[in-house]
C-alpha cells in the first residue's frame, strides 16, 4: 500500500487566519516532505523531515511552519499568509534504506486559497 | 546546481499508438536517481518509473519504458499502446543519490491522448 493521505482536500483562509494542513503515512517511510505546486508549474520543495528531524527548509517564509510529531504524521502551521501563497500543497515520503532513500510517494494534496 | 528541461511543453498521440517525451538533465554526480512522474487532473502525483545511474539497463512497467543515456544525460518516457487514462502532465525529475534530498523536477510535458 503506497498511500499518503491529506487533510484537508481544500483550504479558504483570510490572511489573519491560523490553519494546519495534516499529512499522515503509515508505510514505515522515515522521510517526509513538503511541496507547493503553482498552476501550470511543478512541485517546489518547502520542506523535508528526516528521521523526524527538520534535514532541509528551502528559505520558506516563517509564516509556513512545519511540524513532525511522529514518524508517520507531518503538519504545515500556516499564519498570516498572503494571496500569493495560494497552490496546491503537496505532501510525500519515502522509504529509508541503507545509503539514501528510495522514490517519494505522494499525497492527493491540499488545494489552498488565500483572501 | 542540477537542471532538468523537458522541451516538449504539450504533446498528443492516438489512442493505442506510442509516444516518446523527452527529458534532459545537468549534473556533475555520478551517482543519481530520474524518476519519471504523471498528474492527471486529478492532481495526485503518480509514479511512472524510476531509474538508477548507475544500473545500464533501462528501467521498464510495463506499457512505460524509459531510454537512458548517460553520456549524453537523457532520460526520454516511452509509452507504447497509449490509452485514454495515460492522460496527464508529466514530469521528469532528477533526485541526489545520498540522504533525503529533493526532487528537482522539469517544466512538464501536458499529454492528450486522441480517442
Known amino acids: 500500500d503506497t498511500e499518503v493521505t491529506q487533510t484537508p482536500k481544500h483550504l479558504v483562509m483570510g490572511m489573519t487566519n491560523k490553519k494546519s494542513l495534516k499529512c499522515e503515512q503509515h508505510m514505515g517511510h522515515r522521510a517526509m516532505y513538503w511541496y507547493k505546486q503553482k498552476a501550470k508549474k511543478p512541485p517546489e520543495l518547502m520542506f523535508v523531515y528526516s528521521y523526524e528531524k527538520l534535514s532541509i527548509n528551502e528559505s520558506v517564509p516563517s509564516r509556513f511552519s512545519p511540524e513532525c510529531p511522529n514518524s508517520s504524521l507531518l503538519n504545515l502551521h500556516l499564519h498570516a499568509l498572503q494571496p500569493e501563497d495560494s497552490a496546491l500543497y503537496l505532501c510525500?515520503?519515502?522509504?529509508?534504506?541503507?545509503?539514501?532513500?528510495?522514490?517519494?510517494?505522494f499525497g492527493p494534496g491540499t488545494r489552498l486559497t488565500v483572501t | 546546481a542540477q537542471t532538468v528541461t523537458q522541451s516538449q511543453p504539450e504533446m498528443s498521440v492516438q489512442e493505442a499508438e506510442t509516444v516518446t517525451l523527452s527529458c534532459t538533465y545537468d549534473t556533475s554526480e555520478s551517482d543519481y536517481y530520474l524518476f519519471w512522474y504523471k498528474q492527471p487532473p486529478s492532481r495526485q502525483m503518480i509514479l511512472v518509473i524510476r531509474?538508477?545511474?548507475?544500473?545500464?539497463q533501462n528501467a521498464t512497467e510495463n506499457r512505460f519504458s524509459v531510454n537512458f543515456q548517460k553520456a549524453a544525460k537523457s532520460f526520454s518516457l516511452k509509452i507504447s499502446d497509449s490509452q485514454l487514462g495515460d492522460a496527464a502532465m508529466y514530469f521528469c525529475?532528477?533526485?541526489?543519490?545520498?540522504?533525503?534530498?529533493?526532487?528537482?523536477f522539469g517544466q512538464g510535458t501536458r499529454l492528450t491522448i486522441n480517442p
Open positions: 510525500a515520503s519515502s522509504l529509508s534504506r541503507t545509503g539514501g532513500f528510495y522514490e517519494q510517494y
Open positions: 531509474q538508477e545511474a548507475y544500473k545500464q
Open positions: 525529475a532528477y533526485r541526489r543519490f545520498q540522504g533525503a534530498q529533493k526532487l528537482v
